[in-house]
T-cell receptor, first 115, second 113 residues
Framework: DTGVSQDPRHKITKRGQNVTFRCDPI?????LYWYRQTLGQGPEFLTY????????KSRLLSDRFSAERPKGSFSTLEIQRTEQGDSAMYLC?????????????FGPGTRLLVL | AQTVTQSQPEMSVQEAETVTLSCTYD???????LFWYKQPPSRQMILVIR??????QNATENRFSVNFQKAAKSFSLKISDSQLGDAAMYFC??????????FGGGTRLMVKP
């Protein structure tokens, strides 16, 4: 059973550019979550999907951020017009349906640096 | 709103000794789940142990065990026979609706040989 994978692992971009990250959850996990983690801090929730439906979004998710999970499998997180404050680790996690939905398994993250 | 607090930014333990990491939380829910995650330097977050709030028995996973005090809203992690590979950031997290995890600020554990 392969774990959660994320691509790319690192991204350096210039301020104002758009970036897109991809997350592939553990197969058969119907819930997928995005978190942001800044250096030395705990992760903060951004949004989550159950299948293809986006069920909750944090107020941290400004209108420059958009997430999709079109076929209920992989998900993308896009940041438009990046700002230096967007520099962080973006973590994806997934959980299985039913009784195990509370336990989330994390991917390796995408580290974003905005210059 | 739910909150998780880890009051120890850094902890140090001698190899083979025992160390306890503290965590307190606040939630208005009666049904929730608590977790400890380990994040080694530049590596991904790994689940260490989970505790269901409705269970009175403290969870254990090999050298890792928790002390869950529901009334005090306390959830500490005990690591026995510490190993060099235990060195990492440890995060306490709360999930009360099967949705988002709320994390504490983390405790950096150093293991001295």
């Amino acid at each position: 059973d392969t774990g959660v994978s994320q691509d790319p692992r690192h991204k350096i971009t210039k301020r104002g550019q758009n970036v897109t990250f991809r997350c592939d959850p553990i197969s058969e996990h119907n819930r997928l979550y995005w978190y942001r983690q800044t250096l030395g801090q705990g992760p903060e929730f951004l949004t989550y999907f159950q299948n293809e439906a986006q069920l909750e979004k944090s107020r941290l998710l400004s209108d420059r951020f958009s997430a999709e999970r079109p076929k209920g499998s992989f998900s993308t997180l896009e940041i438009q017009r990046t700002e230096q404050g967007d520099s962080a680790m973006y973590l994806c996690a997934s959980s299985e349906p039913g009784l195990g939905k509370e336990t989330q398994y994390f991917g390796p993250g995408t580290r974003l640096l905005v210059l | 709103a739910q909150t998780v607090t880890q009051s120890q930014p850094e902890m140090s333990v001698q190899e083979a000794e025992t160390v306890t990491l503290s965590c307190t939380y606040d939630t208005s829910e009666s049904d929730y789940y608590l977790f400890w995650y380990k994040q080694p330097p530049s590596r991904q977050m790994i689940l260490v142990i989970r505790q269901e709030a409705y269970k009175q028995q403290n969870a254990t996973e090999n050298r890792f065990s928790v002390n869950f005090q529901k009334a005090a809203k306390s959830f500490s992690l005990k690591i026995s026979d510490s190993q060099l590979g235990d060195a990492a950031m440890y995060f306490c997290a709360l999930n009360n609706a099967g949705n988002m995890l709320t994390f504490g600020g983390g405790t950096r554990l150093m293991v001295k040989p």
